[in-house]
């Protein structure tokens, strides 16, 4: 009799073990279940214009550039660009399709991780931005040739000569004026703030609050995009300072910090913004 009641016992500690191996649901900064679905708050975090990055000695090429983003403007094909890869409606225009063997290439630096305005897919970078590349390219009669890099070697690339454009969901910004000249703008990004659904944060003013009241609250950008430069200036300018942001060298890699807790949230443009949560919520 007492070696079945051992026997028993036995068991009951060997399922009770099993239980607690078996939590393995995500955890928070703070160590407390949460939820890996996520959700883009309602309040935008700052609207920007987006141009192409052109090396400042070059305004020849910056001319040519403007003037060809005017007719596909007036004739409506950046809108039918747009309205592709946004909302899913019309056909894209051919693209390269009569380039001359010979013609001088055109070479754009992209960093193709913000969909939808340039991803990876197979061997091809797609997207707005290299869709549109391609139209000024034909218009200037010329091959575009389309270089991948991190978002932080593109200003370099221009400086250099490496490349002769950048489309990479650029934002105009004094600080990048410095260093380079811009085309005007072809299109409107919306930065916004992704959070897990669980999340009790509602606008960019819960963070400060929570920021003034002592909490350790972390927000998550890709590495020198303007949300990681609008985010980690002063409060009163606007940001949430230095210490609570991280940056990342991709966005999905501060998805990925959100969903396992690491950090809060996480600021980038409204589109890809989209992307991710579809892709991580299913």
Same mark, same amino acid.
């Given at each position: 009799?007492?070696?079945?009641?051992?026997?028993?016992?036995?068991?009951?500690?060997?399922?009770?073990?099993?239980?607690? *191996?078996? !939590?393995?649901?995500?955890?928070?900064?703070?160590? @407390?279940?949460?939820?890996? +679905? /996520?959700? &883009?708050? %309602?309040? =935008?975090?700052?609207?920007?214009?987006?141009?192409?990055?052109?090396?400042?000695?070059?305004?020849?090429?910056?001319?040519?550039?403007?003037?060809?983003?005017?007719?596909?403007?007036?004739?409506?094909?950046?809108?039918?660009?747009?309205?592709?890869?946004?909302?899913?409606?019309?056909?894209?225009?051919?693209?390269?399709?009569?380039?001359?063997?010979?013609?001088?290439?055109?070479?754009?630096?992209?960093?193709?991780?913000?969909?939808?305005?340039?991803?990876?897919?197979?061997?091809?970078?797609? *997207?707005? !931005?290299?869709?549109?590349?391609?139209?000024?390219? @034909?218009?200037?009669?010329? +091959? /575009?040739? &389309?270089? %991948?890099? =991190?978002?932080?070697?593109?200003?370099?690339?221009?400086?250099?000569?490496?490349?002769?454009?950048?489309?990479?969901?650029?934002?105009?910004?004094?600080?990048?004026?410095?260093?380079?000249?811009?085309?005007?703008?072809?299109?409107?990004?919306?930065?916004?703030?992704?959070?897990?659904?669980?999340?009790?944060?509602?606008?960019?003013?819960?963070?400060?609050?929570?920021?003034?009241?002592?909490?350790?609250?972390?927000?998550?950008?890709?590495?020198?995009?303007?949300?990681?430069?609008?985010?980690?200036?002063?409060?009163?300018?606007?940001?949430?300072?230095?210490?609570?942001?991280?940056?990342?060298?991709?966005?999905?890699?501060?998805?990925?910090?959100?969903?396992?807790?690491?950090?809060?949230?996480?600021?980038?443009?409204?589109?890809?913004?989209?992307?991710?949560?579809?892709?991580?919520?299913?």
């Amino acid at each position: 009799m007492k070696k079945f009641i051992a026997l028993m016992l036995a068991m009951v500690m060997v399922f009770a073990l099993c239980a607690c *191996g078996n !939590d393995t649901g995500n955890k928070d900064k703070d160590g @407390d279940q949460a939820s890996t +679905k /996520l959700k &883009i708050l %309602d309040s =935008e975090y700052v609207t920007e214009d987006y141009a192409i990055g052109i090396a400042k000695e070059n305004t020849a090429l910056l001319d040519k550039v403007n003037a060809a983003l005017k007719e596909l403007k007036d004739d409506g094909t950046l809108k039918t660009v747009t309205d592709y890869f946004i909302a899913g409606t019309g056909t894209l225009p051919e693209v390269q399709k009569n380039v001359a063997a010979d013609a001088e290439e055109l070479v754009m630096a992209t960093n193709a991780t913000f969909p939808p305005y340039e991803s990876v897919d197979g061997d091809k970078i797609v *997207g707005i !931005d290299p869709t549109v590349a391609g139209l000024i390219a @034909d218009k200037l009669g010329m +091959k /575009l040739v &389309i270089n %991948d890099m =991190e978002f932080d070697a593109i200003i370099p690339a221009l400086t250099s000569g490496k490349a002769d454009i950048a489309m990479a969901g650029m934002t105009v910004t004094e600080e990048r004026l410095q260093s380079i000249n811009f085309s005007d703008s072809y299109a409107t990004g919306i930065q916004v703030m992704i959070v897990k659904e669980d999340s009790d944060i509602s606008s960019a003013d819960d963070i400060v609050a929570k920021i003034e009241n002592g909490e350790n609250i972390q927000i998550g950008c890709q590495i020198v995009t303007t949300g990681y430069i609008y985010a980690s200036d002063t409060i009163e300018n606007g940001g949430f300072g230095e210490d609570h942001v991280q940056a990342f060298p991709k966005g999905a890699d501060a998805i990925a910090a959100l969903t396992s807790g690491k950090i809060d949230c996480v600021i980038i443009d409204n589109e890809p913004a989209k992307a991710f949560v579809e892709a991580n919520n299913g």
